[in-house]
């Protein structure tokens, strides 16, 4: 099989080839650019928990090693704190966000990627043709070493102005300048180190209806503000009066800093109308751009890599049926559809023009709250997405048992026993191409593991597993939220819940994670010859 090319070597592009690399499926990554990213202290990431964990897992050291993870968050209005949020376990934040220079991110994902035998880069001109047959797909590249690239498949994960979704004649309809934001990078110490603040209504001159500060590694903070919607020149003048201005009303006085950089960004609101056309797929900015109110658009990147690589490694290593590569599209899509409505919903009310409800009482507290779900990854504008209504969702059956996490949604980081007898986080089994299921047995941990291996249920779960029509590795756990002893759960190689049941249910099981993979009889053409992958 040829490998699978990918199209861009920004984050979402190295990170769709080490998810690829990691299920053992090899990938050829098209790098236009000089093979790095220019270091730009204003343009970061915050990285939710679960798309960092994402990223370490792959081998980017950089989330570990230069990222910031908050203690906290406060929302100031005026000059009232309105409320205050403490990270960490145990604490009411739940797991920090990572706040890191994305030229970082793209450097530790890159390196990872130059480790790998399975990822090849390459510095290519640009992708000017893309051709595709019942076989794969192959990609030109112009300039002095035009090149023909065959592949397996092929994703377009190469930004806003993507050429792969030019070449496949695909929309990307939505809205333009929904928000602009003046940023700087600088040094300084602030009251509050450590906590990134949202400050809406800040009561100095300069300050207009938002400021956001978030600290990063070694005394750096990068500041947002938000820009009025009409489009006024925004002078370096003009933005270091904001900046004195903004660092006066925080500290009383203005303190020294270093300044590090600067910028002016503007926020579009798109959607591309196909991520999939036959063999070739869109991710990240090609496929979507959104970032008003607080939500990060590299996090849906990441996720569309996650929900995509183990779909494509089950494609190229045993075939699959068009459910499961039309899933992707339609499970994807629609959550970033929803996280765009949910934006688009909310902007009129956060940003004026909410009318009446503006004055109601706890009116403007509801609204901070509000937007407190986009930066800090809750709600409609930032939880994690799930996909509840999805085609690879199993039919009803009376096995089936509610727990503390629904269906299609990203299952519980719990502690989770492994084959080889060592105790581990649930979220480092995922990403290997391979169904989890999870046996929750109160108990087990103070039992030597040779002991339950044999004992109750074991023999007839490991049994059902070992007959499962797709790769499957058996976990136990001593519990689980809103699970009951003997509670099985199955869980996708992207960490979403297929299905929980009650006991042990062999026929249950497989129906269910034949439903996972997209269909029970699916023949698919690979290397000139049809192969019956059941």
Not at 60 to 65: L, N
Not at 221 to 244: F, K, Q
Request: a neutral charge; charged letters at 20%.
């Amino acid at each position: 099989m040829d490998p699978v090319i990918v199209v861009g070597a920004g984050p979402v592009g190295l990170a769709l080839a080490l998810s690829l690399a990691a299920q053992k499926v090899p990938s050829v990554v098209l790098d236009e650019g000089s093979g790095g990213e220019e270091p730009r202290p204003v343009r970061t990431a915050v990285l939710r928990p679960d798309t960092a964990a994402f990223a370490e897992r792959l081998g980017c050291a950089a989330v570990r090693d230069e990222g910031a993870r908050w203690t906290g968050w406060r929302a100031m209005r005026r000059g009232t704190l309105q409320r205050q949020v403490s990270f960490g376990d145990g604490l009411d934040g739940g797991p920090s966000p990572v706040h890191l220079p994305q030229h970082a991110l793209t450097r530790g994902l890159r390196n990872a990627a130059v480790a790998s035998r399975l990822v090849r880069l390459a510095s290519a001109g640009r992708m000017d043709a893309l051709e595709q047959d019942d076989h794969g797909v192959a990609a030109h590249t112009g300039g002095p070493d035009a090149t023909w690239w065959r592949g397996s498949y092929l994703v377009g994960c190469d930004g806003a102005r993507s050429t792969v979704r030019k070449l496949l004649d695909v929309r990307f309809a939505g809205r333009t300048a929904v928000e602009r934001q003046a940023v700087v990078a600088l040094r300084t110490e602030l009251p509050w180190p450590g906590e990134a603040l949202l400050h809406r209504l800040p009561p100095w001159r300069t300050g207009g209806d938002e400021v956001t500060a978030r600290p990063l590694p070694d005394g750096i903070w990068r500041i947002d503000w938000l820009l009025p919607a009409r489009a006024e020149l925004v002078t370096p003048d003009a933005l270091m009066g904001r900046l004195r201005d903004t660092l006066a009303g925080w500290c009383g006085t203005t303190p020294s800093y270093e300044l590090l950089d600067t910028g002016v960004y503007t926020l579009h609101h798109r959607l591309a109308r196909r991520w999939r056309v036959r063999r070739a797929f869109l991710a990240g900015d090609a496929a979507h751009l959104l970032g008003a109110v607080g939500i990060q658009g590299l996090d849906e990147g990441l996720r569309d890599v996650s929900n995509l690589a183990w779909k494509l490694a089950q494609a190229w290593h045993h075939g699959a049926s068009e459910v499961l590569l039309d899933s992707y599209q339609t499970e994807r899509r629609a959550s970033v559809a929803a996280r765009l409505r949910a934006a688009d919903q909310a902007m009129p009310v956060l940003r004026g023009g909410g009318g009446l409800r503006s004055y109601l009482p706890g009116a403007a507290r509801g609204h901070d709250a509000l937007l407190a779900d986009g930066h800090l990854g809750r709600g409609p504008l930032g939880a994690p997405p799930a996909y509840p209504h999805s085609p690879l969702a199993p039919p009803p059956a009376e096995a089936h048992t509610p727990v503390g996490t629904e269906a299609g949604a990203p299952v519980e980081d719990v502690p989770v026993t492994a084959p080889d007898g060592s105790v581990v986080p649930l979220r480092d089994r995922l990403g290997r191409g391979r169904l989890l299921v999870v046996l929750i047995a109160p108990g087990t941990g103070v039992w030597d593991r040779r002991h339950w291996l044999t004992a109750g249920v074991m023999p007839r779960l490991t049994a059902a597993v070992n007959a499962l029509p797709a790769d499957a590795e058996l976990l136990v756990a001593e519990e689980y939220p809103g699970a009951a002893a003997h509670t099985v759960l199955l869980v996708r190689p992207d960490g979403h819940l297929v299905a929980a049941f009650g006991g042990v249910w062999p026929g249950e099981l497989y129906t269910a994670a034949d439903a996972a993979r997209g269909g029970a009889v699916v023949h698919a053409r690979v290397e000139d010859r049809t192969v019956d992958i059941n």
